[in-house]
């Protein structure tokens, strides 16, 4: 007996030990439901982290654009005619209004991280015979990089946007037969033919990117596009993606600007990720309350089978309190051992997974994350439950008559 | 000196107020002082079990007043039954009960540690003692499903005397022991009688052992009969 031990941490680790097969079977029934719960959060984690790393490292997360250009006619002044049908106007490109205030406000913003101003438009790239419309993005590197991460996806030359160079994608690149260091002419209606330099080729891993994106500098586009000092947008990253939609409500209401939020602009996979995370939430859901309702049972059935200890307990003169105690700490205790348990064994299971499953081209399917926050909770969680399911078969033991309990 | 028990016209009812009311104790008054060694006797069915939960602090009566050590115990809440209890009353059932979990030390500790709520070198010390006198300090560590039915009896009195109780409360001890068995635990509860002064208060269906008690009570459908 630990003399340090109290008599309610003593008497519950010895009725535990005491049925040694009913503990190890409940142990094993929670160590399961937390080694589901643990191995679905991560891999779910990662896999979300990998669909949410492809889709917004090559687009911005909130954009900012001019306002949309809308007719405005004449009502109810005296001798007009209405027309019964507004043609809605062609949307020249302009440039948005006061950009550099904007983006300094932007850029003050606590949840926004960064803000890159660009300037895009559309234009032609010619190699010999060969023509392909592509988009021409105006960047300010070494900000707009941080948005869009480029670099990561350059496959030859370097991410160098210089006053004479241009990046292009490998789709573009295959399609005009030129490789890195090559020439390759850029016309726009406005600035007619320019000549720009090969830096870098790029891989977004999406053929209609690989063959419209261009990257120039944020100069050059404008004079390209007839924006001179102007740009077309303001791409924004944002502390928390998932808040992308409500900032961007909040700026458009805020600034003439129209702001489109990841969110918005990738409906389908926002609806996926969120059902994804529906789903898990509800699996950990109802894994947690087969748990619960597993270590209840098993302390219902432990109070039936201790009904004369507890009955001899309280005669000679134990409180209702310790006793009661005595089965909480019961169900923590089970919870714990278990959750500590489930830990292992779905970090175990992740693993293997891991190891095993694989994407068509070979890649990891997800990224190994083995957050030590999952272990904390998942035990925080485990023994919380284990306590709560402790309750109602304590307070019954705890209201045991000792009469009837030691008549059996 | 203040009685140790005294039981004045302790009535118990079941079924209160409801048509099938019954009254299986009719007003028993009995008084034990330091040192006595009474034999509660009595048919099955008489209201020996239900007196014994009774002066135990076990159950309360429906009308009379149970005094223990002095105390009127009508005006305790039931925290404060369950401390005298714990502190003034030792049980020794027919089943020996000892806590299967625990060994024959820990058992006879039991009743310090819930007391007190940690164990201590004293309380080892102590239960060694008593598992000394009861002639069993070479079995403390045994677990108490490994020993036979009158060792555990043995740990069952020296853990009723483990908080050095006013009055023992022994249900049929020796009801379910073989002869030499029972009268061994019988000569022990007698023997610490003498030695300590300990009230034993003793329920048996046995004329021999009662016998050779101090006093007798037989009780006879809910009354004393003598």
Same mark, same amino acid.
């Given at each position: 007996?630990?003399?340090?031990?109290?008599?309610?941490?003593?008497?519950?680790?010895?009725?535990?030990?005491?049925?040694?097969?009913?503990?190890?079977?409940?142990?094993?029934?929670?160590?399961?439901?937390?080694?589901?719960?643990?191995?679905?959060?991560?891999?779910?984690?990662?896999?979300?982290?990998?669909?949410?790393?492809?889709?917004?490292?090559?687009?911005?997360?909130?954009?900012?654009?001019?306002?949309?250009?809308?007719?405005?006619?004449?009502?109810?002044?005296?001798?007009?005619?209405?027309?019964?049908?507004?043609?809605?106007?062609?949307?020249?490109?302009?440039?948005?209004?006061?950009?550099?205030?904007?983006?300094?406000?932007?850029?003050?913003?606590?949840?926004?991280?960064?803000?890159?101003?660009?300037?895009?438009?559309?234009?032609?790239?010619?190699?010999?015979?060969?023509?392909?419309?592509?988009?021409?993005?105006?960047?300010?590197?070494?900000?707009?990089?941080?948005?869009?991460?480029?670099?990561?996806?350059?496959?030859?030359?370097?991410?160098?946007?210089?006053?004479?160079?241009?990046?292009?994608?490998?789709?573009?690149?295959?399609?005009?037969?030129?490789?890195?260091?090559?020439?390759?002419?850029?016309?726009?209606?406005?600035?007619?033919?320019?000549?720009?330099?090969?830096?870098?080729?790029?891989?977004?891993?999406?053929?209609?990117?690989?063959?419209?994106?261009?990257?120039?500098?944020?100069?050059?586009?404008?004079?390209?596009?007839?924006?001179?000092?102007?740009?077309?947008?303001?791409?924004?990253?944002?502390?928390?993606?998932?808040?992308?939609?409500?900032?961007?409500?909040?700026?458009?209401?805020?600034?003439?600007?129209?702001?489109?939020?990841?969110?918005?602009?990738?409906?389908?996979?926002?609806?996926?990720?969120?059902?994804?995370?529906?789903?898990?939430?509800?699996?950990?859901?109802?894994?947690?309350?087969?748990?619960? +309702?597993?270590? %209840? !049972? #098993? &302390?219902?059935?432990?109070?039936?089978?201790?009904?004369?200890?507890?009955?001899? @307990? *309280? /005669?000679?003169?134990?409180?209702?309190?310790?006793?009661?105690?005595?089965?909480?700490?019961?169900?923590?205790?089970?919870?714990?051992?278990?959750?500590?348990?489930?830990?292992?064994?779905?970090?175990?299971?992740?693993?293997?997974?891991?190891?095993?499953?694989?994407?068509?081209?070979?890649?990891?399917?997800?990224?190994?994350?083995?957050?030590?926050?999952? +272990?904390?909770? %998942? !035990? #925080? &969680?485990?023994?919380?439950?284990?306590?709560?399911?402790?309750?109602?078969?304590? @307070? *019954? /033991?705890?209201?045991?008559?000792?009469?009837?309990?030691?008549?059996? | 000196?203040?009685?140790?028990?005294?039981?004045?016209?302790?009535?118990?009812?079941?079924?209160?107020?409801?048509?099938?009311?019954?009254?299986?104790?009719?007003?028993?008054?009995?008084?034990?002082?330091?040192?006595?060694?009474?034999?509660?006797?009595?048919?099955?069915?008489?209201?020996?079990?239900?007196?014994?939960?009774?002066?135990?602090?076990?159950?309360?009566?429906?009308?009379?007043?149970?005094?223990?050590?002095?105390?009127?115990?009508?005006?305790?809440?039931?925290?404060?039954?369950?401390?005298?209890?714990?502190?003034?009353?030792?049980?020794?059932?027919?089943?020996?009960?000892?806590?299967?979990?625990?060994?024959?030390?820990?058992?006879?500790?039991?009743?310090?540690?819930?007391?007190?709520?940690?164990?201590?070198?004293?309380?080892?010390?102590?239960?060694?003692?008593?598992?000394?006198?009861?002639?069993?300090?070479?079995?403390?560590?045994?677990?108490?499903?490994?020993?036979?039915?009158?060792?555990?009896?043995?740990?069952?009195?020296?853990?009723?005397?483990?908080?050095?109780?006013?009055?023992?409360?022994?249900?049929?001890?020796?009801?379910?022991?073989?002869?030499?068995?029972?009268?061994?635990?019988?000569?022990?509860?007698?023997?610490?009688?003498?030695?300590?002064?300990?009230?034993?208060?003793?329920?048996?269906?046995?004329?021999?052992?009662?016998?050779?008690?101090?006093?007798?009570?037989?009780?006879?459908?809910?009354?004393?009969?003598?």
């Amino acid at each position: 007996m630990k003399r340090w031990l109290p008599f309610e941490w003593i008497a519950a680790v010895r009725f535990l030990l005491d049925g040694a097969v009913q503990t190890l079977v409940i142990v094993g029934g929670i160590a399961i439901g937390v080694g589901v719960i643990v191995f679905m959060s991560a891999m779910l984690a990662g896999l979300q982290a990998n669909f949410i790393k492809r889709v917004l490292t090559s687009v911005p997360q909130i954009q900012l654009l001019p306002p949309d250009q809308v007719a405005r006619p004449l009502r109810g002044q005296p001798g007009t005619i209405e027309a019964a049908v507004v043609q809605r106007p062609t949307q020249r490109m302009i440039s948005i209004d006061q950009w550099p205030k904007i983006r300094a406000e932007m850029q003050a913003r606590p949840d926004v991280v960064y803000a890159a101003a660009t300037a895009s438009g559309s234009a032609l790239a010619l190699r010999g015979d060969t023509s392909r419309a592509v988009t021409l993005y105006g960047i300010e590197p070494e900000i707009y990089f941080k948005i869009v991460k480029v670099p990561d996806f350059i496959v030859a030359g370097e991410a160098q946007v210089t006053t004479e160079g241009i990046l292009i994608g490998i789709e573009l690149a295959s399609d005009l037969g030129a490789s890195l260091g090559d020439k390759i002419i850029v016309s726009t209606p406005l600035a007619g033919n320019r000549i720009l330099t090969i830096k870098g080729i790029f891989d977004f891993g999406n053929k209609a990117a690989n063959q419209r994106n261009t990257f120039v500098t944020l100069r050059n586009a404008q004079s390209m596009l007839g924006l001179i000092g102007g740009v077309t947008s303001i791409d924004l990253t944002v502390a928390d993606i998932y808040a992308a939609e409500s900032i961007a409500q909040e700026v458009q209401a805020m600034l003439q600007v129209k702001a489109d939020s990841w969110i918005k602009t990738n409906a389908q996979f926002f609806t996926a990720v969120q059902a994804q995370q529906n789903s898990n939430t509800l699996i950990r859901l109802f894994v947690g309350l087969s748990v619960a +309702f597993g270590i %209840a !049972a #098993v &302390l219902i059935v432990t109070v039936i089978q201790r009904s004369k200890d507890i009955g001899i @307990l *309280r /005669a000679m003169g134990t409180r209702r309190g310790q006793i009661l105690r005595v089965f909480l700490i019961q169900g923590g205790l089970l919870a714990f051992v278990g959750s500590v348990l489930g830990s292992a064994l779905g970090a175990l299971a992740l693993f293997t997974w891991h190891r095993s499953a694989r994407q068509v081209d070979g890649s990891e399917l997800f990224p190994l994350i083995l957050d030590v926050d999952l +272990f904390v909770w %998942a !035990a #925080v &969680l485990a023994t919380a439950t284990g306590v709560a399911a402790a309750i109602a078969p304590a @307070l *019954r /033991a705890a209201r045991l008559d000792p009469v009837v309990a030691i008549r059996g | 000196m203040a009685d140790v028990l005294t039981l004045d016209g302790i009535r118990k009812s079941y079924n209160v107020g409801t048509p099938v009311e019954t009254e299986v104790l009719h007003g028993i008054d009995l008084t034990m002082q330091r040192g006595d060694f009474l034999a509660l006797m009595g048919p099955s069915g008489s209201g020996k079990s239900t007196l014994l939960n009774i002066i135990g602090l076990l159950d309360r009566p429906t009308g009379g007043r149970l005094l223990i050590n002095g105390e009127d115990t009508g005006q305790l809440g039931d925290s404060a039954l369950t401390h005298l209890r714990g502190h003034a009353i030792g049980f020794v059932f027919q089943y020996h009960y000892l806590i299967s979990a625990f060994t024959a030390r820990e058992n006879v500790m039991m009743p310090m540690l819930v007391d007190c709520g940690r164990p201590d070198a004293a309380m080892e010390q102590r239960a060694d003692e008593l598992l000394d006198r009861v002639g069993l300090s070479k079995w403390r560590n045994n677990s108490a499903s490994n020993m036979s039915g009158g060792q555990q009896q043995r740990v069952a009195v020296a853990r009723a005397l483990a908080m050095d109780p006013a009055l023992v409360l022994a249900d049929e001890p020796t009801g379910n022991l073989d002869t030499k068995s029972a009268d061994d635990v019988f000569e022990l509860m007698r023997q610490i009688n003498r030695e300590r002064g300990t009230t034993f208060l003793l329920v048996t269906h046995n004329d021999d052992l009662a016998a050779r008690c101090d006093r007798i009570v037989r009780v006879v459908d809910g009354r004393i009969a003598g």
